[in-house]
């Protein structure tokens, strides 16, 4: 059985130019190399050059309402419907009610603050626990429960199994998360991320006191040739990745809090580049830690929390800083 599922596709920045179908099948081979934009082309699922080229034909890829054709340049900046057929995945979205932690709400867009454990979107092993289930709930349902006369909207560009996302945390990583209620603010805020005009702030507990008060981790980025779950900074190839650092306190246990503020959007970035400068995030065993007997409390998860972001308002062009409490588990 096959089913047609559709997403909104803009071209990041960093995109290659060229053939349609050859840009195509790089971004798909590619996904966890890009920053925004492209996240819901995974749940696609594997898809061969022989299935795109039979997408394009089948008119499935179009630009402006329009079929587009496999020869057709591309480039950065170009927006996409993609409606790939690909095996079915039977997953059918139902509101699921489960806590939420609203920071802000208007019209365009929601922010949350995400607690340890909480998965963004569903994917593969998920259950019906999801902040997506959960937001489906609270567009349907009001704080008493009741049926709401008319039900709040999620933005639909980003694919059927992700609506209003348009970034996405670790499930262990803590702190405020977007999603847009409005297609015109989810075109906004991917534009935004993409254009890296989105200023986002993470605190972490590492393991290990930092020579230096503060600098800039540079190293690309790659996905590890063996374990392919994990990321590692790599000497030639990769994307470039870089986080701005501020150490800003080193307790007399042997753990410090540094303040990060990637200024790329790599898989596991800021993991990655704290466990490459042999400060690995306390909890974060991925990416190196082993545990810190001098800690008062062993670390129950990986200790990386989004602080704020900032970006403009996608109505008013303001700028709009959200900010997510410091959890509980962070005192050392």
Same mark, same amino acid.
């Given at each position: 059985? #096959?089913?047609?599922?559709?997403?909104?596709?803009?071209?990041?920045?960093?995109?290659?130019? *060229?053939?349609?179908?050859?840009?195509?099948?790089?971004?798909?081979?590619?996904?966890?190399?890009?920053?925004?934009?492209? %996240? /819901?082309?995974?749940?696609? *699922?594997?898809?061969?050059?022989?299935?795109?080229?039979?997408?394009?034909? /089948? *008119?499935?890829? =179009?630009?402006?309402?329009?079929?587009?054709?496999?020869?057709?340049?591309?480039?950065?900046?170009?927006?996409?419907?993609?409606?790939?057929?690909?095996? %079915?995945?039977?997953?059918?979205?139902?509101?699921?009610?489960?806590?939420?932690?609203?920071?802000?709400?208007?019209?365009?867009?929601?922010?949350?603050?995400?607690?340890?454990?909480?998965?963004?979107?569903?994917?593969?092993?998920?259950?019906?626990?999801?902040?997506?289930?959960?937001?489906?709930?609270?567009?349907?349902?009001?704080?008493?429960?009741?049926?709401?006369? %008319?039900?709040?909207?999620?933005?639909?560009?980003?694919?059927?199994?992700?609506?209003?996302?348009?970034?996405?945390?670790?499930?262990?990583?803590?702190?405020? +998360?977007?999603?847009?209620?409005?297609?015109?603010?989810?075109?906004?805020?991917?534009? =935004?991320? =993409?254009?890296?005009?989105?200023?986002?702030?993470?605190?972490?507990?590492?393991?290990?006191?930092?020579?230096?008060?503060?600098?800039?981790?540079?190293? /690309?980025?790659?996905?590890?040739?063996?374990?392919?779950?994990?990321?590692?900074?790599?000497?030639?190839?990769?994307?470039?990745?870089?986080?701005?650092?501020?150490?800003?306190?080193?307790?007399?246990?042997?753990?410090?809090?540094?303040?990060?503020?990637?200024?790329?959007?790599?898989?596991? =970035? +800021?993991?990655?580049?704290?466990?490459? /400068?042999?400060?690995?995030?306390?909890?974060? +065993?991925?990416?190196?830690?082993?545990?810190?007997? #001098?800690?008062?409390?062993?670390?129950?998860?990986?200790?990386?929390?989004?602080?704020?972001?900032?970006? %403009?308002?996608?109505?008013?062009?303001?700028?709009?800083?959200?900010?997510?409490?410091?959890?509980?588990?962070?005192?050392?």
């Amino acid at each position: 059985m #096959t089913t047609t599922q559709g997403c909104c596709l803009i071209l990041p920045p960093e995109a290659p130019q *060229g053939r349609a179908d050859r840009v195509l099948t790089h971004l798909l081979e590619n996904l966890d190399l890009f920053e925004a934009g492209l %996240e /819901a082309l995974q749940d696609l *699922g594997p898809l061969s050059r022989t299935q795109i080229q039979k997408a394009f034909k /089948a *008119g499935l890829i =179009q630009r402006n309402g329009k079929a587009l054709d496999q020869n057709t340049p591309l480039g950065p900046g170009d927006r996409l419907w993609v409606a790939l057929i690909r095996p %079915e995945i039977a997953q059918t979205l139902q509101p699921h009610k489960i806590p939420l932690a609203i920071l802000y709400e208007d019209e365009d867009l929601l922010a949350l603050n995400k607690a340890c454990g909480q998965v963004v979107h569903p994917g593969s092993g998920t259950g019906q626990d999801t902040l997506v289930h959960g937001l489906l709930y609270h567009c349907r349902y009001d704080a008493s429960d009741t049926l709401r006369p %008319e039900p709040l909207a999620l933005s639909t560009l980003g694919g059927p199994l992700r609506p209003g996302v348009v970034h996405r945390l670790d499930k262990e990583t803590t702190g405020v +998360i977007l999603f847009a209620k409005s297609n015109q603010a989810y075109l906004s805020l991917i534009e =935004q991320f =993409q254009q890296r005009k989105i200023k986002k702030t993470y605190l972490a507990l590492v393991k290990g006191h930092p020579r230096l008060e503060g600098g800039i981790f540079d190293g /690309a980025i790659d996905r590890h040739p063996v374990q392919r779950q994990k990321m590692q900074v790599v000497s030639s190839g990769g994307r470039p990745a870089v986080t701005y650092w501020k150490c800003l306190k080193r307790f007399p246990c042997g753990a410090s809090l540094i303040e990060c503020r990637p200024h790329t959007g790599r898989t596991h =970035q +800021i993991r990655v580049h704290l466990s490459h /400068a042999r400060l690995p995030i306390l909890g974060d +065993i991925t990416y190196g830690y082993t545990p810190l007997s #001098t800690l008062p409390a062993p670390a129950s998860r990986v200790l990386l929390h989004a602080l704020n972001i900032t970006f %403009e308002h996608p109505s008013s062009g303001k700028p709009l800083t959200l900010e997510a409490p410091i959890p509980e588990d962070f005192k050392v």
